[in-house]
């Protein structure tokens, strides 16, 4: 069974340019979310859809940051114009319906760096 | 300002020995918490989890524990292996399920 994928894996950008990660869920998971994780925050939550629509956003940092969720199998976190405080570890996590366990899978994560 | 802290950044142990990991928590409304592992380069895999109506929860060599009168859960490995060497992250529900809240993680590292 596929997990959560990403990609890219890696990116490295100039400051000032466009970046944008995106997701794959796990079939059939109806919830999807996008963290980040820093040195000096941990893992933050960024924004949670549910069956594709924004249920959360407050944990975007600015007006650079956007995501959508044109359909259930695809979600995109787009950075435009990209600093290099969004340096960071992205990942991309998704739930079935219902919150009985709370678990989360995560995707392996996109590690950005603007330089 | 942090709802789940995980104070202590790192530990060490020696393989066989017990791993006892902490975190505490600001809001009594939490439900359930969860332990995360995460290896390097991987993202974090589900470890174990209790809920606000229980105050321990067993899962073969891993044990979270409750106390939600001091808003503090741990978990404690036995024994510990080199493979448990990873980055814990605790994290928290609330009550409207509306995402997890995580810790900033503690790094183990065991020796053999």
């Known amino acids: 069974d596929a997990g959560v994928i990403q990609s890219p894996r890696h990116e490295v950008t100039e400051m000032g340019q466009e970046v944008t990660l995106r997701c794959k869920p796990i079939s059939g998971h109806n919830s999807l979310f996008w963290y980040r994780q820093t040195m000096m925050r941990g893992l933050e939550l960024l924004i949670y859809f549910n069956n594709n629509v924004p249920i959360d956003d407050s944990g975007m940092p600015e007006d650079r940051f956007s995501a959508k969720m044109p359909n259930a199998s695809f979600s995109t976190l787009k950075i435009q114009p990209s600093e290099p405080r969004d340096s960071a570890v992205y990942f991309c996590?998704?739930?079935?319906?219902?919150?009985?366990?709370?678990?989360?899978?995560f995707g392996e994560g996109s590690r950005l760096t603007v330089l | 300002d942090q709802q789940v802290k995980q104070n202590s950044p790192s530990l060490s142990v020696q393989e066989g020995r017990i791993s006892i990991l902490n975190c505490d928590y600001t809001?009594?409304?939490?439900?359930?918490f969860l332990w995360y592992k995460k290896y390097p380069a991987e993202g974090p895999t589900f470890l174990i989890s209790i809920s606000s109506i229980k105050d321990k929860n067993e899962d073969g060599r891993f044990t979270v524990f409750l106390n939600k009168s001091a808003k503090h859960l741990s978990l404690h490995i036995v024994p510990s292996q080199p493979g448990d060497s990873a980055v814990y992250f605790c994290?928290?529900?609330?009550?409207?399920?509306?995402?997890?809240?995580f810790g900033k993680g503690t790094t183990l590292s065991v020796s053999s």
């Open positions: 809001n009594s409304m939490f439900d359930y």
């Open positions: 994290a928290s529900r609330n009550q409207a399920g509306t995402a997890l809240i």
């Open positions: 996590a998704s739930s079935s319906a219902g919150w009985n366990t709370g678990e989360l899978f």
